[in-house]
Each structure stands twice: as structure tokens, then as C-alpha cells.
């Protein structure tokens, strides 16, 4: 979380919400303190006093010392303390002027994420000012303390006065700019929104770069928050409170975090931010209306899970904001049996019904009281989605949150998340529990579930102590059960059913008449347009329609007015062009196809295809580029048409001058490479060719064109032949003999590659042998590479920062010490595969695959039968090819196989083509195997 504070153990969500905090200071703190104190047993702890409009924070430096909170209210009696009351402490030297005042009670804070402790002994404070005058802090410090005294409301007043008062004396300097050259062309006063945060500050433009000055700490340059323009890829405006005042901005940047959300002071003031980063930033111009959304979320495209996200994402739900946090749905109905059936259609929730609804009896007690209440009218006093229960489901891996929220306490431990069975059966039978699920349900690896922080949350009514959440009995692990429920959010029940639900809680059964019909009819504040803050005149009113709103709960932004269409059935959804439900990876059962291509001699160790628009190339019978590449440099541009129907699932024209053999890509390779098939790659869009594993250590481009690729540019960085490569988005990642792993930055024009930029963008050090392997992925910011001595390395690819070492193998492996690192892949959930060697007993080697986390926690290890040569990953499966002929697709959440393949000669490459229809498989006898769906299970014995 962003502070605006260098102290670590010091956090903002320490604070009351909404709490402001003004500014710290360097002191001396007395803890025995100064009449009371002797030459003998005088103490001085040195720190950090942070004043802020409810209480004061003192921040020990030594580390172990607890945190002292004191609330404005009950503090009496700040004064200066004068130097001839501290002549009994004879030869002790007092540095600054030293104040002191009285409290009648103070919280101590060992860490951000312990509870307050709370003395109520009256006790004399004194703190001596290191670096700044007593005049220019106490009187500060009475007033914040008058203020304390008054009532609410006035007392917002009066800090607001305060705040308003401070930040004009601070302004945006010229020389917190980045360059001597740049001007401010705006200037806005915001708060950057946290969960539980609101930091005010200052949001300067100029011509190149966005800044955020937080007013706090305001002379502090190390503070500022900075961006390039040219970073920022998506503006979206956004309600807050209900108010059309935010604004969320995503950045690709340096940072581990992308968005940023931003409330200004009115929908004007945003209006204006808004059209200027429109107007100056490259922002996303990808068609992402609901309707184009939709319909790719219809036709297998987009996920459930990522179509749910977009969603939210539209109506105003945002992770930055716990009143508006991303909802989705319960979805299995069974936690207590030992094992669950994904494709049983009884195991699930009715869709159709809100979470209110779902129970008979339940229900029966909310329409009788609806029918009696006066307007406005609601069926349901809470909420599906408020920010206590975000707390509730993130106590484990965000404990500050529940602390900010219950006043640094935890909640009691009858009512803490404990157990996925019981949270389900509260939510189905208590009078007043109505919440889905959080996207987390459903993403990553379930840490969310576990108390790794060893945090004491207390001992329940029964005698159980509330640590790990209990899961139910069909999930092994919380990673186990976020894969289990994500396979039956992405199910063929749930895909055909969560229309229903988008309309309940996006859609045109949100409001009215229809809302009535579906049972589900919220509290009136909790929907936009309901409430009008701007025209509430009355302040007690306005504060408590706000604290309604931001704390019980707010209905997403009503986004379909009429009935949302329904997700295509797999077997519908499959005959469409381009369906990822068509994935080849996916498919039932295999078909190969082979195409003699090279010879045993030299086989090919590269093929890919240029992407293009697949309606287009069909309907206009434009031809792509096959590209293949063999062990000695000889290329060859096949003509290729991807086809969808059975009878004719592809059509593949032989380059005719491939015979010939006199066309080199770039000289041959080098003998000796370990793994041929990660010598050569193909840019996105197929315009442009990389190679490596040349005998002068460069690293060479060519340009792709129908009949013959064309010499672009030599590079050179690597002090020894480059042995592995790989891309992913803007960057090139290449591996060599010399140990070093370097990041290259494609270059485009017009948007499409024309080769790498001169010199590169980062040089990572660590390995000290061979690098064989190396894989990136620019969402997760993260380059992982393998070498020899069998280890895995993972740098941040952006800034090339070391991250940390996984060792696959371990000290009781037998020849351990002989473990080479062959493959690495990323997963899309993260995940990491590794595929390694090992001397086998009978000669040779045989492979081992090892899944990690990104965080490097070991999932599984397996032994394989073959030696493995090649290894394709994509999204969530990994196909991985044999010395002899093995040829494996399975998952990345446990590794296990989906699929098997046994082929007559060894797998040199593997591909797929882009538009997820055909893989491509060559092998050591010379031949290209092109692999297509079919109806028929393949036979083990077929090639």
C-alpha cells in the first residue's frame, strides 16, 4: 500500500477510515517521562511522531518497540516543558524543545497487523522536537486537539478548514518535475483511494508525465508518484459514494500495481482529467464495448471468470475499493461430501434466484415483512457485497483490513470466516447473511485461506482455535479447491445458467417491476441515482446517508436493460470459427497428419505461423505463411489454410525451393545446442523471425515475406553462443552459454514488429553454467530461467530485480548433483513448469516435471518415461514431446495428463497454430505432424 510515510511498521489503515493524516515528525520520546525521570533511569527512545486528525502515532526506530496510539479526544494539556524543570537530570542533554500533555488512554500496536492493545492508565507524555521549532508544531497540535472535542460534524468542519488551509501552503514546486524543460498544464486536487484509504494529495500534468504529490509529507520528492503519459493505457471514470466523481487510471509502469483510483472534488474537475489523459495518452483502443464483449464471451472467447471480471469492471467495481469490490457468484451447492462431480448438474446453485431467495422458509419471513413495510420498500436490509464482508473472506491474507474496519480489533471468533461449509450454511439459512464470492474464489493459489502469518484470531465458543479455513473434504488443499471451484464456474451447467445471475446483478432484473418479480429488491441507498448528496442540505443527514452507502453495501451500475443472451453450448460454441472451446489443446481426441518436410539428418526445429484475422483469411482465401526452419538453417514459406471443417481441417502447400536446400536463415547453428527448438521465434504477428545459436554469439532478425525472409539486423550482447530464447509481448528474452539471461525490447511501427531495439533493456546475472531455458510473461512481470547446475532463477523482466532461486531438485534425489534445468513455462494462473533431466540407470536420462507456484512453493513433482525434448505452454495446458516418441498435454494445476500420444520417433518441436486449431509436432525423422480434432479417439500406435 502506498502510505506517504517511510515507516514500515507504520501503516495508514492503523488509522480510523477516512482518518487524516497530516504530516510526522523526528522526536525524543520519554517513556519514564520527564518529572518522574532520574539521572539513573532516564530512557530516550528516538522516532517518528505522526500527527493526524484523530490521534497522534508515535513510531519507535529500534524495530521491536511497540507503536503508541493516542486519540486527540483524550488528550489534555499540551505544553512546552521548560528547560529548567529537567536540572535534575544534571548531565543528561535534552536535544530540541520537548512538549508534553496528559492522556487518560492509549492503544499500544506491536505491528500493522496485531491488534490495539488499550491502557487506560492516565499517564504525562513528553516528546522532545529534533529538527523542527515548538512554535510551528504545538500550536498545530492544540488545534487538531480542540477540534477533537467538538462534534462530528463540526469537527469534520474544522479539519477541513485545517486541511484546506495546509495544502495551500504546499503547492506543486517546479522542481519536483522530472525535467528542467517541462511546464504544468494542470492541476487537480484528489484523493488516491485505498481499501480503507483515502490519501488527499495533488494530481499535476505536464506535457509528459502524470504526478501525484501527496499532501502529507508534502516537501518529500521521494513521495511523488510519477508516470510517463505515454505509460498510461486506460482511463476509466468511476462512481464513488455514488457520486460521478472518480477515476481509475491503469498504468504499465515499474510498479507492482496498475491501477490507481482517484476521486476528485467534483464531476467537472474529473471531466477535465479525464478528456486530457484521452487526449495525451496512448490509451487502450481495443473494442471493448459490452456488446463485442458479450458476444466473445458467447462464443467461447473469454471465459466466464474473465467476462464476470470485465463486468464488474464496467459497473463501477474495482479492487481498489472495498464498497465497490468485484462480486461473483456461490456456485456449488455441496461442501460436505468427500468428492464432487463437476459435470453433475445437482452440486449447483440456482442461478436464476438471488442469494436471499434461495431458501424457502427464509424467504417466506422477507416477503411478509416486505408486504408490511412502508416506501421505499426492501426485501433485503443487507447487502450481497459490502466491505465487511471483503474483510471477512481476505482476514487471513489482509488481517489490516478487519483491523482499520473493527477499530484494531479483530471481530469476535464465532463470527470470523472459519469454514467454507459453515459460511455457505450462514448464507442460506441466517436472516440477515445475503453475500456472494469474491473474484478470489476463483483466482490463484487459495493463500487467501490459509493463516501463514501465524496470526492468533482466538478461540471459538466451542473450544476450536480459528486458524487455516476449513475447506470441504473434495478439496485436498485451498489451491485444490480454487481449481475445483474455477472448473465449476467454467462448467457447461453454470455456463448455460449465469445469464440468470448477470441479470439479477447487473442487468434488467437489478430495478423495478422486475426486480420485484425476482425477489430482489435492495435497500434504496444502495443503488446509483437513489440518493442525492449534492443537494442534501442537512450535514447530519449527507453523513449518515455516506456511512450507509460506503459501509451496507452498493448495487452494481446497471448495465443490460434487457434479458442477457445466453452462452453458447460447447457443441455450439465449437463450430464457430475461433472459439477457444475449439482449442486444440481441449480437444476430445487427436488426428495427425504427416507431412515429410526434412530428412533424419535434418530436422526440423522450428514451425510457426503468422496470425491473422480468421473470417478474413477464410472468406477472402488468403493464404498465411507456414514457417519452417531445420536443424542446418534451411527455411521454407509454405503456403496454409486453417479449415474447420472435418473433411478438410487444413490445407498446407510445400514451399517448392525447399528441396533445393541453398536457403539459410542465418548460417548453420552451432552443434552441441541442448534444446534445438528454443533457437528460433516468431513475432506475434509473423512479420519478423529471431534467431540465435550462431557460432559469432549474435542474435539475428529477418523479415517474413511470402517467398523469403530478408536479413534485418545483427546483435550482439552475449559473450558466448546464445542457447535459448523466447518471447512474450514487447520483449525478447534470451539464455546463453556465457550465464547471463538478457531482455531485448521489440520495436514497432505502425504496430507491427520490425525488429529488436539496438541495445538492451536489462542484463541478468545469477546462473554459473549454461542457461538452457528461459521463459517471460509480461502480465506477470516476471523472466524465469533454468540452466545446467538445476537451478531456476526469477527476476522482475521490467527492471530486471531479482526475485528469488527455486532448487526443483532436492539433496535426496538420486544424482541430484547431475539435474539439468531443460524447460520452464509460465502457466496463465501462474503457475510454474519446469522439466528437467536426470542419468537414467539404464543409460541416457529420464525427465522429472515440477510444478511451483510464482511464489516458489512446491505443488508436484512427477517422473516421466521419456527424456524430454520439447515443451510447448499455453493458458493452462503444457504439451511436452519425447526422445522416443512420447507425446503428453496436461494441465498446469496439477500436471496431470489430459491426453497421450505415443508417436515412432522422437519430438524435436511443437507448435500450435494461432488461431488454437492445429498443433504442430516435428520429429527426429524428418517429419511435420500437423494434429487436429477429431471425433475418434486416436490410437496409441498412430502417428
Not at 488443499?477 to 448477470?502: C, Q
Request: neutral net charge.
Amino acid at each position: 500500500m502506498f502510505s506517504g510515510v517511510n515507516d514500515q511498521r507504520f501503516s495508514l489503515r492503523m488509522l480510523e477510515p477516512n482518518e487524516y493524516y497530516f504530516d510526522d515528525y523526528s522526536v525524543d520520546f520519554y517513556p519514564k517521562g520527564m518529572s518522574n525521570a532520574s539521572h539513573d533511569n532516564f530512557q530516550v527512545v528516538h522516532g517518528t511522531l505522526k500527527v493526524c486528525s484523530r490521534s497522534i502515532v508515535f513510531v519507535p526506530s529500534n524495530g521491536y518497540d511497540p507503536l503508541i496510539r493516542i486519540k486527540q479526544r483524550d488528550i489534555s494539556d499540551i505544553k512546552l516543558y521548560s528547560p529548567s524543570d529537567t536540572s535534575h537530570l544534571k548531565t543528561r542533554k535534552i536535544e530540541g524543545e520537548t512538549f508534553t500533555f496528559s492522556a487518560s488512554l492509549h492503544s499500544t500496536i506491536q505491528n500493522s497487523i496485531s491488534p490495539n492493545k488499550t491502557n487506560r492508565d492516565s499517564k504525562v507524555f513528553a516528546f522532545s522536537l529534533l529538527y523542527v521549532s515548538g512554535d510551528k508544531v504545538i500550536p498545530f497540535l492544540q488545534q487538531l486537539n480542540r477540534a477533537s472535542q467538538l462534534h462530528h460534524m463540526e469537527h469534520q468542519t474544522m479539519i477541513a478548514m485545517i486541511a484546506h488551509h495546509r495544502q495551500s501552503l504546499y503547492p506543486f514546486k517546479s522542481m519536483f518535475f522530472d525535467d528542467l524543460y517541462e511546464r504544468e498544464c494542470g492541476n487537480f486536487v484528489v484523493d488516491m483511494v485505498e481499501p480503507l484509504v483515502n490519501l488527499p494529495g495533488r494530481i499535476v500534468v505536464s506535457e509528459s508525465k502524470l504526478y501525484f504529490h501527496p499532501f502529507n509529507n508534502a516537501f518529500s520528492v521521494a513521495d511523488i508518484l510519477k508516470w510517463k503519459l505515454e505509460s498510461i493505457t486506460q482511463v476509466i471514470c468511476r462512481t464513488y459514494i455514488l457520486q460521478d466523481v472518480g477515476l481509475e487510471i491503469f498504468v504499465k509502469d515499474n510498479t507492482s500495481v496498475s491501477n490507481y483510483l482517484f476521486v476528485l472534488d467534483s464531476e467537472k474537475s474529473r471531466n477535465e482529467l479525464n478528456q486530457f489523459l484521452l487526449d495525451h495518452c496512448k490509451t487502450n483502443l481495443e473494442d471493448s464495448s459490452p456488446s463485442n464483449m458479450t458476444l466473445k464471451w458467447q462464443n467461447g472467447v473469454i471465459s466466464n471468470y474473465e467476462y464476470l471480471m470485465y463486468v464488474n469492471n464496467i459497473a463501477d467495481r474495482t479492487l481498489n475499493n472495498l464498497s465497490q469490490y468485484p462480486v461473483y457468484p456461490w456456485i456449488f451447492t455441496d461442501y460436505t461430501s468427500k468428492t464432487i462431480d463437476i459435470a453433475n448438474s445437482e452440486i449447483y446453485r440456482d442461478l436464476t434466484k438471488p442469494i436471499g431467495a434461495l431458501t424457502p422458509n427464509r424467504l417466506k419471513r422477507i416477503l411478509e415483512r416486505y408486504k408490511d413495510m412502508p416506501e421505499p420498500k426492501f426485501m433485503f436490509g443487507s447487502h450481497y457485497s459490502t466491505p465487511g464482508y471483503v474483510t471477512y473472506y481476505l482476514m487471513r491474507s489482509q488481517p489490516d483490513l478487519m483491523l482499520c474496519l473493527m477499530g484494531g480489533k479483530f471481530d469476535h471468533p464465532d463470527r470470523v470466516f472459519s469454514g467454507i461449509a459453515e459460511s455457505w450454511n450462514n448464507v442460506l439459512e441466517n436472516s440477515a447473511d445475503f453475500k456472494e464470492l469474491i473474484p478470489q474464489f476463483y483466482n490463484g493459489d487459495g493463500s487467501f485461506l490459509e493463516n501463514r502469518m501465524k496470526i492468533n484470531f482466538g478461540k471459538r465458543q466451542n473450544g476450536s482455535i480459528v486458524d487455516h479455513v476449513a475447506l470441504p473434504p473434495w478439496a485436498s488443499s485451498p489451491k485444490d479447491f480454487v481449481t475445483k471451484m474455477r472448473a465449476g464456474l467454467e462448467s457447461d451447467y453454470v455456463s448455460s445458467n449465469l445469464h440468470h445471475w448477470i441479470d439479477l446483478i447487473f442487468g434488467y432484473k437489478q430495478r423495478g417491476q422486475a426486480a420485484i418479480d425476482a425477489l430482489n429488491v435492495y435497500h434504496y441507498t444502495s443503488y446509483e441515482g437513489m440518493v442525492d448528496l449534492d443537494n442534501e442540505k442537512d450535514p447530519k443527514k449527507r453523513r449518515a446517508l455516506e456511512a450507509q452507502i460506503s459501509n451496507f453495501g452498493q448495487t452494481p451500475r446497471q448495465i443490460f436493460k434487457e434479458p442477457h443472451p445466453k452462452r453458447m453450448n460447447l457443441s455450439e460454441a465449437s463450430s464457430l470459427k475461433g472459439s477457444n472451446l475449439n482449442h486444440i489443446l481441449r480437444a476430445a481426441a487427436l488426428k495427425a497428419n504427416a507431412i515429410q518436410m526434412g530428412s533424419p539428418d535434418n530436422p526440423l526445429i522450428f514451425v510457426g505461423v503468422s496470425a491473422g484475422t480468421p473470417n478474413l483469411v477464410i472468406e477472402r482465401g488468403v493464404m498465411d505463411n507456414l514457417v519452417t526452419i531445420s536443424k542446418n538453417g534451411v527455411y521454407g514459406i509454405h503456403n496454409w489454410l486453417a479449415r474447420w471443417t472435418g473433411a478438410h481441417p487444413f490445407y498446407c502447400e510445400k514451399d517448392t525451393q525447399l528441396e533445393e536446400g541453398v536457403r539459410c536463415v542465418s548460417g548453420p547453428f552451432t552443434p552441441g545446442a541442448r534444446t534445438p527448438c528454443n533457437l528460433v521465434r516468431l513475432s506475434s504477428d509473423g512479420r519478423v523471425i529471431f534467431t540465435a545459436g550462431l557460432w559469432d554469439n549474435s542474435i539475428r532478425t529477418g523479415r517474413v515475406n511470402q517467398h523469403e525472409i530478408i536479413p534485418l539486423g545483427v546483435l550482439y550482447q552475449h559473450k558466448n553462443v546464445v542457447s535459448c530464447m523466447e518471447l512474450d509481448g514487447k520483449f525478447l528474452a534470451t539464455g546463453g552459454r556465457d550465464t547471463t539471461v538478457v531482455i531485448w525490447k521489440l520495436e514497432r511501427k505502425g504496430g507491427a514488429c520490425t525488429g529488436l531495439k539496438p541495445h538492451p533493456s536489462a542484463i541478468l546475472y545469477g546462473h554459473n553454467s549454461e542457461v538452457t531455458c528461459v521463459a517471460l510473461s509480461q502480465e506477470l512481470d516476471v523472466v524465469v530461467s533454468g540452466s545446467t547446475e538445476g537451478i531456476v532463477l526469477i527476476h522482475t523482466l521490467k527492471l530486471g530485480t531479482y526475485i528469488r532461486t527455486l532448487v526443483p531438485h532436492t539433496p535426496a534425489d538420486p544424482d541430484s548433483d547431475h539435474f539439468t534445468v531443460s524447460f520452464v513455462g509460465i502457466a496463465s494462473n501462474g503457475n510454474l513448469v519446469i522439466a528437467g533431466k536426470l542419468p537414467s540407470n539404464k543409460g541416457g536420462y529420464h525427465s522429472v516435471i515440477y510444478l511451483f507456484t510464482i511464489n516458489g512453493k512446491l505443488i508436484k513433482r512427477a517422473k516421466l518415461e521419456d527424456e524430454t525434448s520439447a515443451m510447448y505452454l499455453e493458458g493452462d495446458r503444457v504439451v511436452l514431446g519425447g526422445a522416443t516418441g512420447s507425446l503428453e498435454i496436461r494441465d498446469t494445476d496439477y500436471i496431470n495428463i489430459k491426453h497421450k500420444l505415443r508417436l515412432k520417433t522422437g519430438v524435436v518441436a511443437i507448435a500450435k497454430d494461432p488461431r488454437n486449431q492445429h498443433l504442430f509436432v516435428t520429429t527426429t525423422d524428418g517429419k511435420l505432424l500437423i494434429l487436429t480434432p477429431t471425433a475418434k479417439p486416436f490410437s496409441k500406435g498412430k502417428k
